[in-house]
């Protein structure tokens, strides 16, 4: 039961350009988004989250976005920069308790 | 910054043999993990601890699985019998008691079985 899914395995960016990740989830009951970035042999590291209460979130060049009604979330990134290459999973949590991951999206931003 | 150490960074046992894989979360946090990623799948949770008990664990996390926090410092996730389908990279983590912040990783133990 995937209650956290990322359709795009995969995105290319050309440099300078936004990058879209977008992030579909099917439990009510998250009151919690966030999103990884993660090299390779590395763990993911965090990058932004959102609670519930708010729809947007904005750190920097990364915004989150959240649509509850569509239980739709996605990041952008502007300007996309190169060494914004990495996968990318977003994670959803219900209260303290641990997170769902999606299957990961690789993005590829191209100099 | 502080962070959760993971050791050994890669591990190789022979199918039925037992494994332990060591943690050191960040000392002011409270709850513990184990996730793992199969190669090209998702990171998927196996169990939480808090309070010196599991607080949760998912459907993976059977009988062949324990944690433990020996010492108040190391958190440890042990694989009594391995068969070949264990082989993943395994993540511990740790948080505080504000998930909106995120959990911190660590950078994964890479367990083969063979």
């Known amino acids: 039961d995937q209650q956290v899914k990322q359709n795009s395995p995969s995105l290319s960016v050309q440099e300078g350009r936004i990058s879209i990740l977008n992030c579909d989830y099917t439990?009510?009951?998250?009151?919690?988004f966030l999103w990884y970035k993660k090299y390779p042999a590395e763990g993911p590291t965090f990058l932004i989250s959102?609670?519930?209460?708010?729809d947007k979130n904005e750190d920097g060049r990364f915004t989150v976005f959240l649509n509850k009604s569509a239980k739709h979330l996605s990041l952008h990134i502007v300007p996309s920069q190169p060494g914004d290459s990495a996968v990318y999973f977003c994670?959803?949590?219900?209260?303290?308790?641990?997170?769902?991951f999606g299957t990961g999206t690789r993005l590829t931003v191209i100099p | 910054e502080p962070e959760v150490t993971q050791t050994p960074s890669h591990q190789v046992t022979q199918m039925g043999q037992e494994v332990i894989l060591r943690c050191v979360p960040i000392s002011n946090h409270l709850y513990f993990y184990w996730y793992r990623q199969i190669l090209g799948q998702k990171v998927e949770f196996l169990v939480s601890?808090?309070?010196?008990?599991?607080?949760?664990k998912s459907e993976i996390f059977d009988d062949q699985f324990s944690v433990e926090r020996p010492d108040g410092s190391n958190f440890t996730l042990k694989i009594r019998s391995t068969k070949l389908e264990d082989s993943a990279m395994y993540f511990c983590a740790s948080s505080g008691r504000e998930p909106l912040y995120g959990y911190t990783f660590g950078s994964g133990t890479r367990l083969t079985v063979v």
């Open positions: 439990n009510s009951m998250f009151d919690y």
């Open positions: 601890f808090y309070n010196n008990e599991i607080s949760e």
């Open positions: 959102i609670s519930s209460i708010k």
């Open positions: 994670a959803a949590a219900s209260g303290a308790n641990n997170l769902f």
